[in-house]
């Protein structure tokens, strides 16, 4: 049972399923996601009509977010912005999108609110029990491969370096055929980890699947829980960004990214405390000669 700091937004989740929802059930996602407290206030025929649909499409919405009817809904959204008035980080309404005619301070506070929500609701969101097992997974393995290509690429390398730097095999693959010649050499006893912000990368998900065939345990890291990539992953950890105007697939997505790959890394080194300490310590000890002279006492 999560805690009310761990409580998921409704917008939040929404957001998650969208891409697995017909186009009706999308229109009204939409207009929850962006009016969440309008949408509250809204009677089942008003938001029917207002999504050009029916109220039949409404309830099966309402089911397919995991909700028992509409009233519930309305409950929930009624809860969560009052919940948000409260906060006094709230008060000043900062929009998620990005127009031609915002100025460059207005710029600035759009993408610093985008991404500083973006980690507060992966973190709101991270399922802990498969956390846990990705963990121990990765913590027992006899060998990581990471795929990811664009900008999750930057994310694979960054999880390869933390998870090599404490003395695990873990390799990075954004190009196909290395990802598929790799994946084809592993099996039981070793992870695949498949990093695609939609979950419709087919270059990931091809080298992904093959991992799997071959035994490894395979984890999808996405921001889509009902994704492609997820019917193809023995475990599935979610983020929960949502990029503004001019930047799909840039920041927001990576920063969610990078809060669940230092979570793992974290819960990893404290499982192997002892190993990841000695190793820690030859690897800074491996740099410290090629740092400055003033700097070699603090690091």
Not at 4 to 15: F, L, W
Not at 37 to 54: D, V
Request: glycine fraction near 8%.
């Amino acid at each position: 049972m999560k805690d009310e700091a761990r409580q998921v937004s409704t917008a939040v989740k929404i957001r998650g399923l969208l891409p697995s929802l017909s186009r009706a059930e999308q229109r009204v996602g939409t207009i929850i996601v962006d009016e969440a407290a309008t949408a509250a206030a809204m009677t089942i025929t008003e938001l029917a009509k207002r999504a050009n649909t029916s109220e039949t499409t409404v309830i099966r919405f309402c089911r397919a977010i995991g909700v028992s009817g509409y009233p519930e809904l309305r409950l929930r959204l009624a809860a969560e912005a009052g919940r948000v008035q409260q906060d006094e980080g709230a008060q000043e309404a900062v929009g998620s999108d990005i127009s031609l005619s915002d100025d460059l301070g207005q710029v600035v506070k759009t993408i610093a609110y985008a991404d500083a929500r973006a980690v507060e609701d992966t973190a709101a969101q991270l399922d802990l029990d498969a956390l846990g097992r990705v963990i121990a997974a990765i913590a027992g393995a006899r060998r990581i491969d990471i795929y990811g290509v664009g900008a999750s690429a930057f994310v694979a390398q960054d999880f390869q370096q933390k998870l090599h730097r404490i003395g695990l095999t873990a390799y990075a693959w954004s190009d196909l055929h290395l990802a598929l010649t790799s994946a084809a050499l592993l099996g039981e006893g070793d992870v695949a980890i498949g990093i695609s912000h939609t979950g419709t990368t087919v270059d990931t998900m091809e080298a992904f699947a093959e991992a799997g065939r071959h035994g490894a345990t395979t984890v999808a890291l996405t921001n889509f829980p009902k994704s492609p990539i997820t019917r193809v992953a023995d475990l599935v950890l979610t983020t929960a960004a949502r990029e503004t105007t001019f930047r799909s697939g840039a920041m927001a997505s990576r920063l969610a990214q990078l809060t669940v790959v230092d979570c793992v890394f974290v819960g990893v080194a404290q499982r192997t405390y002892d190993r990841t300490k000695a190793a820690l310590e030859a690897t800074r000890d491996a740099v410290r000669s090629r740092r400055t002279k003033s700097d070699r006492g603090r690091w």
